[in-house]
Every structure is written in C-alpha cells, then in structure tokens.
C-alpha cells in the first residue's frame, strides 16, 4: 500500500469533509457546515491563509486522514496548567497545536494517524515550535495511545464548543 501525506487545497474539500464526516457519524457526533465544521469548507483560508498548514494522507490515492498544524505566539502560564484565553480553556506554555486529526475507517490500522502526526511533528519542529496542544475527544482511545506513545501527556480536560460539547482530554506534548 502506498501512503502520502500532503497539504490539502480547496480541491480536496469534498473528500475531507467525506472522511471527518464519517468519523462524526460513527460516534453520532452533530455536523453544523456553518459552524464548528465551516473551516473545513475553504481549507486555504482557514489554514494556509492564516499561516497554518492542513494535511490529508492518501493512501493507495484515495484521501483517508486528515490532521492541521496551528501555530500561535507562546500562552503565557505555567507551563501544564488550563488556563483561559479568548473563551476557550487552553494549555499553558505551548506555541502550536494538532488539529482535525481524523483516520476514516478504510484508513486505520495502516499507519495513516501515525504519519499524519509525525508530519504535523516534524513541521511543527522544522518551525521553531517547542510544545504542541492536542485537544481529544474522550472516546478516541486508540488516537490517546497513539499520542502517549509519542511522548504526549494528559494535563486536563474540558468540555469542546462543538454542538454536543463533548468532553476531551488536554494533552501536552514536548516536542
């Protein structure tokens, strides 16, 4: 099986939104395309525009993951600590973040998650950052493992502003 990971464009928006969607509907999660998911419909101006970079991996030429690399100006804190900042609960002591990290089905257990987030890693890296955020779902267990065996730990949770404002786990990762 051949996999490739590369930045998406606009062109890719249709099967991203296929493979986010399918992991929304397999945990029964709402879908709001002019809200929590609007970003996803103009990948370049949400990302790329914006400084940040979204990734899709494609295996075998059909597009089965997804993950985004945010970069942002370090939030002040000690380090580890849930702090706020503009109405969110973030990690204090971080400079980027891993976004939309999602595997479709016909992707898993192919080393596609695991790519996708060595890219977001090794760019994060090759940018100067220092220590990634990663925000999860609490029913992605297998996505957990996949950031602990990274080195990444469980320094608190909240609740997400998607519709069902889903608990999640705050990871931090040195990096």
């Known amino acids: 099986m051949q996999l490739t990971i590369r930045e998406a464009t606009n062109d890719d928006i249709e099967d991203v939104v296929r493979v986010i969607r ?16 609007a970003d996803l419909y103009d990948l370049e101006k949400a990302y790329r525009d914006a400084g940040d970079t979204f990734y899709i991996a494609e295996l075998d030429g ?61 760019d994060a890296k090759a940018k100067g950052r220092t220590t990634m955020e990663i925000w999860s779902d609490k029913k992605f267990v297998d996505a957990h493992r996949l950031y602990e065996r990274m080195g990444a730990k469980v320094v608190g949770e909240r609740l997400c502003d998607d519709p069902e404002q889903s608990p999640e786990w705050g990871l931090l990762l040195p990096l």
């Open 22 to 37: 399918t992991v929304y509907d397999e945990y029964s999660f709402s879908w709001e395309e002019d809200g929590y998911h």
């Open 62 to 122: 059909k597009i089965v993951g997804t993950a985004a690399l945010e970069l942002f100006a370090r939030i002040e804190g000690e380090e580890g600590t849930i702090v706020p900042l503009k109405g969110y609960q973030r990690i204090a002591g971080i400079d980027c973040s891993i976004e939309r990290l999602y595997v479709h089905p016909d992707g898993r257990r192919n080393g596609v998650g695991r790519a996708l987030f060595d890219r977001v890693i090794n």
